[in-house]
């Protein structure tokens, strides 16, 4: 009678089931490099220009899914590349990337809506929505302009606090997007969702400044003539000064112009020149001074027509200052605020 050995079965039994699990895996790990070779081989080809090759490979991962193949098809059909124009395929495309929560099909989705682009009619409010999914995903281009919305409190509430996290979360990425740093800066210098704070508004003004942002040099050589935030500091007011003056900025023109009028010995043929340039620009400090130099005959003819001219057009700014300064040059002069 034979007896069987069943621990020997078992072992064999044990080392079969072993065996065809690893080829099940060995097997599935194989596909799953297949298909993340063909994606990658999609995407490098159609990155690389050659759409016509990458086209029939993204349209097969699109199909299957994959939110990345459906973004960059999106784009083919949007554009026309190597197919025909087709904004509703497009859209199509985008949705489905968008709804697996890719940031840059969400953003495009969101540009659509607001522009009224892909065959779809402008909406503000679905736009945002789809903004700050972008943003959520940390697309920066998608959390400047979500900060942008909740600082002009359009179509959303205004909240200068969520502007302000935001366009910060946007700088994070974007270290050469020198109006970030200047609308930052802006914020803690005007106290915007923020305890108002000189100081800090300085340090983000220099960093645009640095970058050629004509309008942080210009606050910022402001800050160093005043004292804002920062010692003073009439040589760096000069420089950024002129470093805003020289892209034609008016605030710094006029800070030059009064660094010429109240130095040590005034070099008023300069000073009036810098106000006038900046008066041109309508900048109503610039046009105030003008005013009262006219007014006073000081690096001037004094000529009482022309001090009036400019009180008045300061006076268009709707500034206290300039109104109050016209009101009491027509009453001394007993004239009338009459063009």
């Known amino acids: ?3 069987f050995n069943f621990s020997k079965i078992k072992k064999r039994s044990c080392f079969l089931l072993s065996f065809l699990c690893m080829l099940f895996v060995l097997s599935a790990c194989h596909k799953e490099e297949k298909v993340a070779t063909d994606k990658k081989e999609s995407v490098q080809l159609y990155l690389d220009g050659q759409v016509k090759k990458a086209f029939p490979l993204l349209k097969n991962e699109a199909e299957k899914g994959d939110a990345q193949a459906q973004y960059y098809l999106a784009e083919i059909y949007e554009e026309g590349k190597s197919v025909k124009q087709d904004n509703e395929k497009a ?7 968008a709804e697996k929560n890719h940031a840059l099909a ?3 989705l969101a540009e659509a809506f607001r522009h009224g682009k892909l065959g779809l009619k402008s909406d503000r409010k679905e736009a945002f929505k789809w903004y ?20 002009e409190g359009e179509p959303i509430p205004k909240n200068h606090a969520e502007a302000l996290k935001w366009f910060k979360k946007a700088q994070e990425t974007r270290k050469d997007d ?3 740093y200047t609308k930052i800066g802006i914020m803690y210098y005007s106290g915007l969702g923020t305890l108002r704070d000189t100081s800090e508004a300085a340090k983000w003004f220099e960093k645009a ?3 050629g942002d004509s309008h942080a040099q210009s606050v910022l050589a402001v800050q160093y003539y005043s004292g804002q935030g920062v010692l003073m500091h009439k040589e760096k007011a000069k420089y950024w000064a002129e470093k805003a003056a020289a892209q034609g900025n008016d605030v710094g023109e006029f800070i030059l112009g009064m660094l010429c009028h109240y130095r040590d010995i005034p070099d008023m043929k300069q000073a009036v020149a810098w106000y006038k340039k900046a008066a ?4 109503e400090a610039a046009l105030h001074a003008l005013a009262v130099l006219y007014e006073q005959g000081n690096g001037v003819r004094q000529d009482s027509t022309k001090a009036h001219h400019y009180y008045r057009l300061a006076a268009q700014s709707g500034k206290d200052y300039t109104i109050k300064a016209l009101a009491d040059f027509e009453a ?3 004239l009338e605020n009459r063009p």
């Open 1 to 3: 009678m034979k007896i």
């Open 91 to 97: 859209l199509y495309w985008y949705r489905q990337s």
């Open 106 to 108: 969400e953003y495009k």
């Open 132 to 151: 700050l999914k972008a943003a959520e995903n940390g697309n920066a281009a998608a959390q400047k302009t979500v900060a942008g919305y909740y600082l």
């Open 178 to 180: 020198k109006e970030l």
């Open 209 to 211: 400044a640095i970058l």
């Open 280 to 283: 041109e620009k309508n900048n």
């Open 332 to 334: 001394k002069n007993k």
